[in-house]
């Protein structure tokens, strides 16, 4: 027994370790939010839920015994996500205050205020545990299947833009250390709903690696042609024949172009003066041959 309370005591800090950084992993997201001055595209409703869930855990913590690590790091839980609910309702337009404030009314207010109500009132001792338990084992599972909705897209998209691999990752490293601690404690509200996280996490990770690597196939098929390098081509009337000479570099090609407006000024020139001597120029017409560029 000794044993297992030591183990339980590792894997209980080790998930207050691994969720530490899951709580922390949407400040991107909120840093986003305060350059932008605004939450359009992003919704309210994970932390909401976050906040929600924390709470659950601690009152149901509250009711058990052992169970210091689960308060630890739910209590961290609560302050950060009552941080990002505010920074949220101050930075969103109206319409989305008005959602959250509701959202908050019916989940942190309603339904919280009569969970504890319900089994303050209905239920004593040992049983107000366990049916708090089951009511955090079932708001857990809802949680763990919310991810799907992520998957369904992938799977449509073949993409996984929106499905960052560190957040599976440890999220999923999360479900196996809170699982082994309720398993230790012999807990099955905590270990339950772990399996499906862990299930759900690994489904994430292998569609990850699944679709990367098509999109990275995909990318290489899209490469864009190889631009060709211009060449000149030097057309002689009296031989009926074209001579390709060397392809011209950047450098020479912008030398012919001011060699051919050089000429052309020296045409209108000529064509403008009179036929005497004083205007300094040769009249006659040097036929060079013809240029044409290919590409």
Not at 201 to 211: D, N, R, S, T
Not at 222 to 248: A, F, R, S, Y
Request: with cysteine; glycine share 6%; hydrophobic share 50%.
């Amino acid at each position: 027994m000794a044993i297992s309370g030591h183990w339980a005591f590792v894997f209980g800090v080790l998930g207050n370790i691994i969720s530490f950084i899951v709580f922390l992993s949407p400040i991107p997201t909120f840093n986003k939010i305060y350059k932008k001055k605004s939450t359009e595209g992003y919704q309210s409703i994970p932390y909401v839920i976050a906040l929600f869930s924390c709470m659950l855990w601690i009152y149901y913590a509250l009711l058990k015994t052992n169970t210091t690590l689960l308060i630890t790091i739910n209590s961290f839980g609560m302050l950060i996500e009552t941080i990002y609910v505010g920074l949220f309702l101050y930075y969103a337009p109206k319409k989305a205050r008005v959602q959250t404030i509701k959202m908050l009314s019916l989940f942190v207010v309603g339904g919280f205020g009569a969970i504890i109500l319900v089994t303050e009132f209905l239920f004593k001792g040992a049983i107000r545990g366990q049916v708090v338990g089951w009511i955090c084992l079932i708001f857990s599972l809802c949680v763990f299947v919310a991810p799907l909705g992520i998957v369904r897209k992938v799977i449509k998209t073949k993409s996984v833009e929106y499905m960052p691999l560190l957040l599976s990752v440890f999220l999923t490293l999360s479900a196996v250390m809170w699982f082994f601690y309720g398993l230790l404690l012999k807990d099955i509200n905590i270990a339950a709903p772990n399996v499906l996280g862990f299930i759900f996490g690994i489904l994430q990770i292998v569609l990850y690696a699944i679709y990367s690597k098509k999109e990275k196939v995909i990318l290489k098929e899209q490469k864009l042609p190889e631009i060709q390098t211009p060449g000149v081509i030097v057309k002689d009337e009296n031989m009926h024949t074209n001579k390709k000479l060397p392809e011209l570099t950047q450098e020479q090609i912008i030398d012919i172009v001011k060699l051919g407006l050089l000429v052309c000024s020296d045409k209108t020139q000529v064509a403008t003066c009179p036929n005497d001597t004083n205007c300094g120029i040769n009249n006659n017409v040097v036929n060079m041959p013809k240029l044409q560029t290919v590409a």
